[in-house]
């Protein structure tokens, strides 16, 4: 949803996904001061299954910006609308915050 391909997420839907995203993160590795990180990037993509989307989350530390951690996650959604972001499953997850912490 996040590439030239197709369309571009509006605000709203990037808050969303980065707040969904974050919380998968937190629950598998967290939780984070995420006041200590800034976005490099999100890719959010649409997958075959209804309400399911792989995201890819990139983020730096604000003080050591030469390390980027790149987070993959694949959720589905309980709810087709993104109000309820924190209503989720998470199918598949994968993150460099994993290596660091073991």
């Known amino acids: 949803m996040q590439n ?3 369309h571009k997420l509006n605000d709203y839907q990037k808050q969303q996904f980065t ?3 974050k919380l998968a993160i937190d629950k598998k590795d967290g939780p984070f001061d ?6 490099v990037s999100l890719e959010v993509y649409k997958m075959k299954k ?3 989307y ?6 730096k530390p604000r003080f050591h910006q030469e390390n980027t951690i790149t987070n993959s ?7 087709r609308d993104l ?4 209503k989720f499953s998470i ?3 994968s993150s460099d915050f994993s290596n660091y912490l073991n």
């Open 4 to 6: 030239k391909d197709t």
């Open 19 to 21: 707040k969904m995203v």
């Open 34 to 39: 995420w006041s200590t990180y800034q976005t």
């Open 50 to 52: 209804p309400s399911v």
């Open 54 to 59: 792989g995201i890819i989350y990139k983020i």
């Open 73 to 79: 996650v694949i959720i589905k959604l309980s709810d």
């Open 83 to 86: 109000k309820t972001y924190h």
């Open 91 to 93: 199918l598949g997850y």
